[in-house]
């Protein structure tokens, strides 16, 4: 089985970069739309453009990604490299020439001496003819065992340990009814982990040996396997170790002779497996791995629930890569780029960076995974409202040819539950002088990424030029064979299985150009001061006070976790509103997040983004990225060291910044994660809010506020949008009393 999982022990790694413009930069909607197709991601037809270029490069001696070897040279990854800011706003803002498209593509050299990971820019596109090498940062290079796992690679390993594992073919058979050996079914299956091994350089990974069934990550063997496959000849892959049922052996013929000998402790799953699965196993008792209802309400629900309509249509269009709603229009790939409100820039580019021997060693770093290339398809009426429009994805990612996935997007709009504002203005006399309000809509744009944890990231954007970046954690836990030594480490969740606490961060890049790239970060607080009492001099008042703090250099902005950090964090520009204030925005963090690993641990260093929950650098080219897929499967040899970002200890005041932002949460499984965690409580983000950036606010330009007056024959309802006739899919007309009498 191809590798479907990755608990993200530690990270998911984001990359968010936010840019907040200003009054000077205004433009129409129309402008954007047009200009959007700078950031348009790369279809099929320019990725096959970009491939058959390098296959016509006959130095490169390219062979197919799926032929069945390491010893080979083939293309791992095509996508689109985004131009260098600084030329794409001279295009979007100053009229200039559109940057020249280019394809990054990463090329795994494995037919020679010293195999090598290089990845190089192709362009121009659509019409390819040159090629140039991507250097990795200084200091820093590509090992061949960073390398991501690709799918040869994967089936190679199912290879090595069908064959490593003959011997205990009556072992699987007795103790779990399933085996490896001429496989229809029942099979075995198995879920590697990493980092792989304990030294750079190393390739050596656990694998976990699981009952392949319906959610096969809950079916654990007890079986755990390490294979050293860091040969580039799968024929000297061999099985170093094997542990069962909380004991190490050398070998699979050690445990098989041992077993016959009757000299192991055995566990025999007797779980009842139904004789069949998927769709056609409706008369059995579902496996408690299975999605499929069980149990009763006390009040049964029978009809189906609430539906989403819109009777006059979307609001919000899409038109080519660019949507429009309101206020907002922005540019989308995977990410959302270009984001403006009225007309004003607010963002660049937000995209989304135990106890058993495997569960000791597992810290899932997601990008290493390829995290942004399994974005499958959405349902419809489950992810997103029927209403919603769907946008599909094209990636190349260890294939040998694009591949396309069906509604990787989505983007509609929907109500939120609570008004955007309101107020209900009392005469204090059973009545009142007014009451307003304004619904709560929002646009959400929302794409998902699957292993064994499906994460739904949301990109939401509100009337009032707020917008929130969220993070859903569902889908199946990461779990391991129970011991009850392993009770130190997690929860036992059934009767073999237990699922281990670890660890979801987040890290996203958010590049901010408040009103201008000329910015300055600063905090807020609230301070206590006690003074005499102005006009009764013998006594005395507690009064609150505001407090700013600024912050000149990266390593003052640098807050690590452990340490209180301000609520106020302000991005502020020189420009001020008409009331005197700085231009600002609010960055507001929503995070259980903690660090998870000492800093004077060797494996942490791929990480160090995660020792802080905020720090602010000075924008550099050189700086775009806080992790890499390479520092996964090596992070003793980091090609991207976060921490380096900040040992130069630039200036921050009126520069162009970025903030790194650190969102997650602790999970300590428990028995309600059975079949699958659930999304209420596991979501993390962060909003921008307008911070003295408008005048006012800015979502009076809404024509959805309604304002109730009282009048003798009964209220006056004044609205601004007419109220749309009955039919059976509208709701009922909109009435409102406002009085308040003893009864």
Same mark, same amino acid.
């Given at each position: 089985?191809?590798?479907?999982?990755?608990?993200?022990?530690?990270?998911?790694? &984001?990359?968010?970069?936010?840019?907040?413009?200003?009054?000077? =930069?205004?433009?129409?909607?129309?402008?954007?739309?047009?200009?959007?197709?700078?950031?348009?991601?790369?279809?099929?037809?320019?990725?096959?453009?970009?491939? @058959?270029?390098?296959?016509?490069?006959?130095?490169?001696?390219?062979?197919?990604?799926?032929?069945?070897?390491?010893?080979?040279?083939?293309?791992?990854?095509?996508?689109?490299?985004?131009?260098?800011?600084?030329?794409?706003?001279?295009?979007?803002?100053?009229?200039?020439?559109?940057?020249?498209?280019?394809?990054?593509?990463?090329?795994?050299?494995?037919?020679?001496?010293?195999?090598?990971?290089?990845?190089?820019?192709?362009?121009?596109?659509?019409?390819?003819?040159?090629?140039?090498?991507?250097?990795?940062?200084?200091?820093?290079?590509? @090992?061949?065992?960073? $390398?991501?796992?690709?799918?040869?690679?994967?089936?190679?390993?199912?290879?090595?340990?069908?064959?490593?594992?003959?011997?205990?073919?009556?072992?699987?058979?007795?103790?779990?009814?399933?085996?490896?050996?001429?496989?229809?079914?029942?099979?075995?299956? #198995?879920?590697?982990?990493?980092?792989?091994?304990? &030294?750079?350089?190393?390739?050596?990974?656990?694998?976990?040996?699981?009952?392949?069934?319906?959610?096969?990550?809950?079916?654990?063997?007890?079986?755990?396997?390490?294979?050293?496959?860091?040969? @580039?000849?799968?024929?000297?892959?061999?099985?170093?170790?094997?542990?069962?049922?909380?004991?190490?052996?050398?070998?699979?013929?050690?445990?098989?002779?041992?077993?016959?000998?009757?000299?192991?402790?055995?566990?025999?799953?007797?779980?009842?497996?139904?004789?069949?699965?998927?769709?056609?196993?409706?008369?059995?008792?579902?496996? #408690?791995?299975?999605?499929?209802?069980?149990?009763?309400?006390?009040?049964?629900?029978?009809?189906?629930?609430?539906?989403?309509?819109?009777?006059?249509?979307?609001?919000?269009?899409?038109?080519?890569?660019?949507?429009?709603?309101?206020?907002?229009?922005? +540019?989308?790939?995977?990410? /959302?780029?270009? /984001?403006?409100?009225?007309?004003?820039?607010?963002?660049?580019?937000?995209?989304?960076?135990? %106890?058993?021997?495997?569960?000791?060693?597992?810290?899932?770093?997601?990008?290493?995974?390829?995290?942004?290339?399994?974005?499958?398809?959405?349902?419809?009426?489950?992810?997103?409202?029927?209403? =919603?429009?769907?946008?599909?994805?094209?990636?190349?990612?260890?294939?040998?040819?694009?591949?396309?996935?069906?509604?990787?997007?989505?983007?509609?709009?929907?109500?939120?539950?609570?008004?955007?504002?309101?107020?209900?203005?009392?005469? #204090?006399?059973?009545?009142?002088?007014?009451?307003?309000?304004?619904?709560?809509?929002?646009?959400?744009?929302?794409?998902?990424?699957?292993?064994?944890?499906?994460?739904?990231?949301?990109?939401?954007?509100?009337?009032?030029?707020?917008?929130?970046?969220?993070?859903?954690?569902?889908?199946?836990?990461?779990?391991? #064979?129970?011991?009850?030594?392993?009770?130190?480490?997690?929860?036992?969740?059934?009767? %073999?299985?237990?699922?281990?606490?670890?660890?979801?961060?987040?890290?996203?890049?958010?590049?901010?150009?408040?009103?201008?790239?000329?910015?300055?970060?600063?905090?807020?607080?609230?301070?206590?001061?006690?003074?005499?009492?102005?006009?009764?001099?013998?006594?005395?008042?507690?009064?609150?006070?505001?407090?700013?703090?600024?912050?000149?250099?990266? $390593?003052? =902005? &640098?807050?690590?976790?452990?340490?209180?950090?301000?609520?106020?964090?302000?991005?502020?520009?020189?420009?001020?509103?008409?009331?005197?204030?700085?231009?600002?925005? %609010?960055?507001?963090?929503?995070?259980?997040?903690?660090?998870?690993?000492?800093?004077?641990?060797?494996?942490?260093?791929?990480?160090?983004? +995660?020792?802080?929950?905020?720090?602010?650098?000075?924008?550099?080219?050189?700086?775009?990225?806080?992790?890499?897929?390479?520092?996964?499967?090596?992070?003793?040899?980091?090609?991207?060291?976060?921490?380096?970002?900040?040992?130069?200890?630039?200036?921050?005041?009126?520069?162009?910044?970025?903030?790194?932002?650190? /969102?997650?949460?602790?999970?300590?499984?428990? @028995?309600?994660?059975?079949?699958?965690?659930?999304?209420?409580?596991?979501?993390?983000?962060?909003?921008?809010?307008?911070?003295?950036?408008?005048?006012?606010?800015?979502?009076?330009?809404?024509?959805?506020?309604?304002?109730?007056?009282?009048?003798?024959?009964?209220?006056?309802?004044?609205?601004?949008?007419?109220?749309?006739?009955?039919?059976?899919?509208?709701?009922? %007309?909109?009435?409102?009393?406002?009085?308040?009498?003893? /009864?």
């Amino acid at each position: 089985m191809r590798r479907e999982t990755s608990a993200l022990i530690w990270a998911v790694v &984001a990359i968010l970069m936010l840019t907040l413009a200003g009054a000077g =930069a205004k433009h129409s909607p129309w402008t954007l739309r047009s200009k959007a197709g700078v950031f348009s991601d790369l279809r099929t037809p320019k990725l096959k453009a970009v491939r @058959s270029f390098l296959w016509f490069r006959k130095e490169l001696r390219l062979q197919p990604s799926s032929a069945l070897a390491i010893a080979k040279n083939s293309v791992f990854l095509i996508e689109l490299l985004l131009p260098k800011k600084q030329q794409v706003l001279k295009f979007l803002d100053g009229g200039q020439r559109r940057p020249v498209r280019e394809a990054r593509a990463i090329i795994f050299f494995g037919a020679q001496e010293h195999p090598n990971v290089t990845e190089f820019a192709v362009g121009p596109l659509p019409w390819p003819h040159y090629m140039r090498e991507l250097p990795p940062r200084p200091g820093h290079r590509l @090992s061949w065992a960073s $390398r991501p796992i690709s799918s040869v690679e994967h089936a190679l390993l199912s290879c090595t340990l069908a064959e490593a594992t003959k011997p205990l073919h009556r072992f699987f058979m007795d103790t779990t009814g399933f085996s490896f050996q001429d496989c229809h079914a029942p099979c075995l299956t #198995f879920t590697d982990v990493a980092p792989r091994g304990v &030294a750079s350089g190393q390739r050596r990974t656990w694998l976990i040996i699981q009952r392949f069934a319906e959610g096969y990550f809950l079916h654990p063997t007890g079986l755990e396997v390490l294979v050293d496959h860091g040969s @580039s000849d799968a024929r000297d892959w061999e099985v170093e170790q094997v542990w069962y049922n909380g004991k190490f052996y050398q070998s699979p013929e050690e445990l098989a002779r041992k077993y016959a000998a009757g000299e192991v402790d055995v566990v025999v799953l007797e779980d009842a497996f139904p004789q069949s699965q998927g769709e056609d196993s409706t008369g059995d008792l579902p496996l #408690f791995s299975s999605y499929k209802p069980r149990g009763d309400f006390p009040s049964p629900i029978a009809v189906n629930g609430p539906h989403l309509v819109q009777p006059g249509g979307p609001r919000y269009r899409v038109e080519g890569n660019a949507v429009l709603y309101g206020g907002w229009s922005f +540019a989308f790939r995977l990410q /959302v780029l270009n /984001v403006h409100f009225e007309g004003e820039r607010i963002a660049y580019e937000v995209s989304t960076g135990g %106890h058993t021997p495997a569960g000791m060693q597992t810290k899932f770093i997601d990008m290493g995974w390829g995290l942004g290339t399994v974005t499958h398809e959405l349902a419809p009426g489950i992810n997103c409202p029927e209403t =919603a429009t769907f946008l599909d994805a094209h990636h190349y990612y260890d294939a040998d040819n694009p591949v396309h996935y069906p509604r990787a997007l989505c983007v509609f709009e929907m109500p939120t539950g609570v008004p955007l504002r309101r107020h209900f203005n009392s005469n #204090f006399s059973g009545g009142f002088n007014f009451y307003t309000g304004l619904t709560g809509q929002v646009l959400v744009l929302t794409t998902s990424t699957v292993y064994n944890y499906d994460y739904i990231w949301d990109f939401i954007f509100y009337p009032n030029g707020v917008m929130e970046a969220k993070m859903h954690a569902t889908g199946y836990v990461h779990a391991t #064979f129970y011991t009850p030594e392993g009770l130190r480490h997690g929860t036992r969740l059934h009767t %073999h299985l237990i699922g281990n606490m670890h660890t979801h961060l987040v890290h996203y890049r958010v590049d901010l150009d408040v009103a201008d790239t000329k910015n300055s970060f600063h905090t807020l607080q609230m301070k206590l001061e006690n003074i005499t009492n102005p006009w009764s001099p013998k006594h005395h008042l507690v009064q609150p006070t505001l407090g700013q703090t600024r912050y000149p250099r990266e $390593r003052q =902005a &640098a807050f690590r976790f452990g340490r209180p950090l301000p609520k106020y964090l302000l991005f502020t520009s020189p420009k001020k509103n008409p009331w005197g204030h700085q231009r600002s925005y %609010h960055l507001q963090i929503h995070s259980m997040a903690d660090q998870v690993l000492s800093p004077d641990w060797q494996e942490e260093r791929a990480i160090t983004w +995660a020792r802080y929950p905020l720090a602010v650098t000075k924008y550099r080219e050189s700086e775009l990225c806080s992790s890499s897929i390479y520092n996964q499967n090596d992070p003793w040899d980091w090609p991207v060291v976060f921490e380096e970002f900040l040992r130069n200890n630039e200036n921050i005041e009126e520069e162009d910044l970025v903030a790194w932002v650190t /969102v997650g949460f602790l999970h300590i499984p428990h @028995s309600e994660d059975i079949p699958n965690t659930a999304t209420p409580g596991n979501s993390v983000g962060f909003l921008l809010r307008p911070f003295n950036f408008f005048p006012e606010d800015p979502s009076l330009a809404s024509r959805h506020t309604v304002i109730v007056w009282p009048r003798e024959n009964g209220p006056n309802i004044q609205r601004w949008v007419p109220e749309e006739s009955r039919n059976c899919l509208m709701p009922t %007309h909109f009435s409102y009393n406002g009085t308040y009498m003893p /009864v």
